[in-house]
């Protein structure tokens, strides 16, 4: 009888309709589920444009002299970079020379946490990383440009005015961390920035 | 199963078509939302190319290409300030800075599998003029004006004089008349013809001007810039070749803001890769105070005119140019290319 099995027929559409609409939404959730390129702090783009700005921010310091400036900022008498604690790296604020104004322009203002080291070749064998600017562990997302400085045997040390140390200069200087490696070269010193989001 | 309704047939009031029609509907809502997740995952497959750049590492290549230009450029400075005696040992000097920088930049790059290795090539022969006493910028025998080098020729493809820098621990001159000039014209031109002169005066305490006339055959460009230094500074940091004062841009020597070229030498109709010279003179030279130093092409088998030049300033064998081999390997690029280092070289 047709009408008698209606019912049923009904009951299994409606079910294999359930089923094919549930499918199908479960299907394009997978595929817009959470990728690289979504909106948070580790999205894909954010970490470009921070690359981006991080090689900027070197090769504009290098343009003008200013990285080799702050890599010579040294207080030789006190053996650490003019104005750090005892520690040794500036935690809050940059140094105060041009290389640390533009690191303060490009990434303080837009809530970007920042370390710089500096690495170089040990007399002997093997390299050294010393921590410049330190702001703590970077987090997982975290970019990195560097740059290479050559320091040559006649390259004064910066006193903290920021003016030229006529008396000192780097092969004279008895505690700056890099040692003399070279007949003039004095040593190449990488700067790195790493750079994160926070 | 159902039947399918018959045509003209009546709907009762139970409906006895619609499991067929939600049927339908779910399937058609089914493929709707396949294929708009379909759209949506191209969309964002292509946002993800679109923000990949390039991946085979050019990028990469050329910035290390640009800071090895400026470290072999530290390198050739150095020499030419240290181990210029004889050319012989000016080569060999720079030989060793560019084995040493390219054995520890090597080493850097290799830390994050990279090779990049520099060799030395080739140097093209120059003479450096330079005052490091801080007296006035006259010669020694206090003559104010006065050719400071006469018969420099110009690199193919490039200018022939690099590096001229300026330390002024003072400018008496505050106007145009009493300036201290710097001029650039053509050997054997009369008058001011295919002649480039920069003027340099002071309008305030901390403020200097520098006024530059380019002279071609028929007409004369003057173009004018003013540069304030940062307070707290002792010396005026002229860089004419690169066209700044205290690093600040001064556009009366580089390219005015008409776009018209007033490079350091502009105007002088020299061609370059060609035997035609250029003689630079400074006239009231006494009106600055300070130091100096540039460096000037010699052609091969040529001399320069220095008669005026004693013991302050001085001129000393120099480098003008030095050619390396800069190679950089990666898994995905191989970039080979010889590159001409002339630190502080203006456009032609």
């Not at chain 1, 975290?142 to 903290?160: E, N, Y």
């Not at chain 2, 078509?17 to 058609?28: H, K, M, S, V």
Request: hydrophobic share 35%; charged share 20%.
């Amino acid at each position: 009888m047709v009408t008698r099995e209606r019912a049923q027929a009904h009951t299994l559409e409606a079910v294999v309709a359930g089923l094919l609409l549930l499918s199908s939404i479960i299907f394009a959730l997978q595929m817009t589920a959470v990728t690289p390129l979504s909106a948070s702090t580790s999205s894909q783009h954010i970490e470009n444009q921070q690359r981006s700005v991080a090689q900027g921010v070197l090769a504009t310091a290098d343009s003008q002299g200013a990285l080799k400036e702050s890599v010579l900022y040294w207080n030789d008498t006190g053996g650490q970079f003019h104005g750090t604690s005892d520690i040794g790296y500036y935690t809050n604020d940059p140094p105060k020379t041009t290389f640390g104004a533009i690191l303060r322009d490009a990434f303080d203002d837009r809530s970007i946490s920042y370390n710089v080291y500096i690495t170089y070749r040990k007399q002997g064998s093997g390299q050294a990383r010393k921590p410049v600017i330190y702001r703590g562990r970077p987090s997982d997302n975290a970019v990195s440009a560097a740059r290479s400085v050559t320091l040559m045997d006649d390259d004064p040390l910066i006193d903290a005015d920021g003016s030229v140390n006529h008396s000192v200069n780097v092969s004279a200087a008895s505690t700056y961390p890099a040692q003399n490696v070279g007949a003039s070269v004095y040593n190449v010193v990488r700067v790195e920035v790493v750079a994160w989001r926070i | 199963m159902a039947d399918l309704r018959a045509v003209g047939r009546r709907l009762g009031p139970t409906g006895d078509e619609r499991g067929q029609i939600i049927l339908i509907a779910a399937f058609a809502m089914a493929v709707t939302f396949v294929t708009l997740a379909l759209v949506v995952n191209s969309a964002i497959f292509t946002e993800n190319l679109a923000s990949r750049g390039e991946t085979a590492g050019s990028n990469d290549a050329l910035s290390t290409r640009a800071m090895v230009e400026t470290n072999v450029g530290e390198g050739i400075a150095a020499a030419n300030r240290n181990n210029n005696s004889s050319p012989s040992e000016l080569e060999t000097a720079t030989r060793a800075d560019i084995r040493n920088l390219s054995r520890q930049t090597g080493r850097q790059a290799a830390r994050s599998g990279r090779v990049v290795d520099v060799t030395y090539q080739s140097n093209r022969p120059g003479v450096r003029i330079a005052q490091t006493d801080g007296s006035a910028l006259t010669t020694g025998g206090g003559v104010t004006d006065y050719r400071v080098v006469g018969g420099v020729s110009r690199v193919d493809g490039a200018n022939g004089t690099r590096a001229f820098e300026i330390a002024a621990s003072d400018i008496t001159a505050t106007d145009n008349a009493s300036a201290f000039e710097v001029s650039v014209q053509r050997t054997g031109a009369t008058g001011n013809e295919n002649s480039w002169r920069a003027r340099i005066y002071r309008t305030g305490a901390e403020t200097v001007h520098i006024r530059t006339l380019r002279n071609n055959s028929t007409s004369t460009l003057v173009e004018d810039c003013e540069v304030t230094r940062d307070s707290g500074l002792s010396t005026f940091r002229i860089d004419l070749t690169g066209g700044t004062v205290d690093g600040e841009p001064c556009d009366a020597l580089g390219t005015a803001p008409s776009g018209a070229n007033v490079h350091f030498g502009a105007g002088t109709d020299v061609t370059p890769g060609g035997t035609d010279t250029y003689d630079i003179e400074f006239a009231n030279a006494d009106q600055v105070t300070g130091n100096f130093s540039m460096v000037v092409y010699r052609r091969p088998s040529t001399t320069l005119d220095l008669s005026s030049i004693g013991t302050s300033p001085t001129s000393t064998t120099a480098l003008y140019d030095v050619t390396v081999r800069y190679t950089h390997l990666t898994t995905d690029l191989r970039y080979e290319t010889d590159l001409r280092v002339a630190p502080g070289e203006p456009d032609v």
